[in-house]
């Protein structure tokens, strides 16, 4: 398993859920700290210059695990359930093009609340139906590029829609894609999940990615979070992808970061080595 951090372009507007800013400062601090790749929060493909991207990231021997896309909700109100056909258009146009980037930078496009919520007025049904056919769309475009779909269960307080694991699990199904897959995020998890492991294992085939943040949605040691117990479920279930720090930038970004590197360091170490 390998490390990465959530970054953003310098322009990203404060709601962008990242601990750094700026791509450039961003990627060389997340290589000081010993990260091994950054997770890039987007809300379109032209956020970034590629060419420049590509020679920071070689001058730091770092990879992009992934693109999230809570900007294409948060920014541009886009999302796969809205009753507005236009607007699952503009929504499925949106990510045709991140996923054209993901084939170049990292394989995989993570869809937290952008999958939408069940609108006023919406059966949840109307709501399942507008997903699976918006995922279905996006899946075919995916599969010749080598690019994986992620969804990310969010808690209740935060979306209506997909709030478990077991949730993600059941709409991949009607799905029926082999590149979609989950991304389970332990903060959500320990809100809505009984036994974080348990639901890890249960769902192992359908695990392709990971965020990690603690129980207050600080780094990794600050809260009451069991990283020893989810680290062994991850481990039954044969986990070896990319897990992901997404935290709160307190007390402040550098010392976010580096207090998760350092926490998850052992951890990784021994799960990588055993």
Same mark, same amino acid.
């Given at each position: 398993?390998? &490390?990465?951090? +959530?970054? +953003?372009? +310098? @322009?990203a507007p404060p709601n962008a859920f990242v601990v750094w800013r700026g791509f450039d400062d961003s990627i060389r601090k997340a290589a000081a700290? @010993?990260?091994r790749g950054v997770e890039l929060a987007l809300k379109t493909a032209g956020d970034v210059d590629a060419e420049k &991207?590509? %020679?920071l990231l070689d001058l730091e021997h770092l990879a992009v695990s992934a693109i999230s896309t809570g900007q294409v909700f948060a920014c541009l109100g886009l999302c796969f359930t809205h009753p507005d056909h236009a607007v %699952? @258009? %503009?929504?499925?146009?949106v990510f045709e093009e991140l996923i054209a980037l993901a084939e170049r930078f990292g394989r995989t496009v993570n869809i937290g609340r952008a999958r939408g919520g069940i609108a006023d007025g919406q059966t949840r049904a109307q709501a399942e139906g507008n997903f699976v056919e918006c995922m279905r769309r996006l899946c075919d475009c995916a599969a010749p590029r080598g690019v994986t779909l992620v969804i990310e269960p969010v808690n209740r307080y935060e979306i209506n829609f997909i709030n478990t694991v077991d949730e993600g699990a059941a709409l991949l199904a009607a799905v029926a894609r082999p590149n +979609? @897959? &989950?991304? #389970?995020?332990?903060f959500h998890m320990n809100i809505e999940d009984a036994r974080i492991g348990d639901t890890l294992v249960r769902h192992a085939p359908l695990v392709k990615y990971l965020h990690l943040a603690d129980s207050n949605r600080l780094a990794p040691g600050r809260g009451h979070l069991d990283f020893a117990a989810v680290f062994a479920a991850l481990k039954a279930a044969r986990y070896n992808g990319w897990a992901a720090v997404e935290i709160l930038p307190t #007390?402040? #970004?550098d010392t976010a970061a580096r207090e998760a590197s350092a926490f998850l360091a052992p951890l990784l170490h021994a799960y990588n080595n055993e």
């Open positions: 398993m390998d &490390l990465s951090i +959530a970054i +953003a372009d +310098a @322009g700290c @010993g990260y &991207l590509a %020679r %699952r @258009g %503009r929504a499925v146009q +979609a @897959g &989950l991304m #389970p995020d332990v #007390p402040d #970004p």
